[in-house]
């Protein structure tokens, strides 16, 4: 017996993942005063730069609950920055393939039921219309595992 999940699960579980990450790390930002180091780097920026930062954020359609989106919405400089960089990982998260299935299971281990963590998994083409990636991991419970 195996469990298998597809690669584009593992995705959205990983982005989720660093989501969480992300807004504690925008709050002990705010705490820890590195709020202040990158509202300082956004005032030095460009005039243009800061305008398509600005730009970005009044655009950004932010879910219910999203501080960090609410902040950059009002301009705040330290929420502008991090948005930014937020968004660039979000966006890295999606371009990876199935090779960096196991960078992104290492970087977001929950994203595995904690039987899973740490066991090898094998890759391939599903035998389905859509064609998914799908990892297969050997169920950790059997003798064989």
């Known amino acids: 017996m195996s469990y298998i999940m597809k690669f584009e699960a593992l995705k ?11 807004q504690a790390a925008y709050h002990m930002g705010l705490m820890n005063g590195e709020g202040a180091v990158l509202a300082l ?11 398509e930062i600005i730009a970005f954020a009044d655009a950004f359609r932010a879910t ?19 948005l930014g960089a937020r968004e ?10 199935v090779r960096n299935a196991s960078a992104i299971v290492e970087r977001f281990p929950n994203v595995l039921p904690r039987r899973l963590r740490g066991k090898s998994f094998s890759a391939y083409v599903a035998d389905n219309e859509a064609a998914d990636w799908v990892l297969e991991f050997a169920d950790p419970l059997s003798k064989a595992a």
């Open 12 to 22: 959205r579980k990983a982005i989720r993942g660093y989501l969480e990450s992300q």
């Open 41 to 51: 780097k956004f005032m030095q920026l460009g005039a243009d730069e800061r305008k």
């Open 88 to 97: 660039d990982g979000i966006r890295s998260i999606e371009r990876c393939d």
């Open 64 to 82: 219910p609950g999203d501080e960090l989106a609410a902040a950059a919405k009002q301009h705040d400089p330290y929420a502008l920055m991090a």
